[in-house]
């Protein structure tokens, strides 16, 4: 099982990233996708989720009308497409991939930092 984060990076604010997750090693169209953020000292935070086969959407009041959160289940693939970017969003972004309340992984993570 693999489940790859990429597209952090260094972005000025009010910039934009679209980060992506791929994953292999499992049947990704049965699971929930996840994104979580987490600072140093601070609990890992959910910030947006899709369900399987990409029904329905979940999003955190903090980053509602900015991050948008699409599954691609063709190619194993998350993304969380973050505009409007503040330096409050700078966290390490991981991915999760959820089923049947008994699969559970998570990606390495990918830095993104928001400063000028």
């Known amino acids: 099982v693999q489940v790859v984060e990429s597209g952090g990076g260094l972005v000025q604010p009010g910039g934009y990233l679209r980060l992506s997750c791929a994953a292999s090693g499992f049947t990704f169209r049965y699971f929930d996708m996840r994104w979580y953020r987490q600072v140093p000292g601070k609990e890992r935070e959910l910030v947006a989720g899709?369900?399987?086969?990409?029904?329905?959407?979940y999003y955190a009041d903090s980053v509602k009308g900015r991050f948008s959160i699409s599954r691609d289940n063709a190619k194993n693939t998350v993304y969380l497409q973050m505009n409007s970017l503040k330096v409050e969003d700078t966290a390490v972004y991981y991915c999760?991939?959820?089923?049947?309340?008994?699969?559970?992984?998570w990606g390495q993570g990918t830095q993104v930092t928001v400063s000028s």
């Open positions: 899709i369900a399987s086969f990409g029904g329905s959407t």
């Open positions: 999760n991939a959820v089923a049947g309340g008994t699969s559970d992984y």
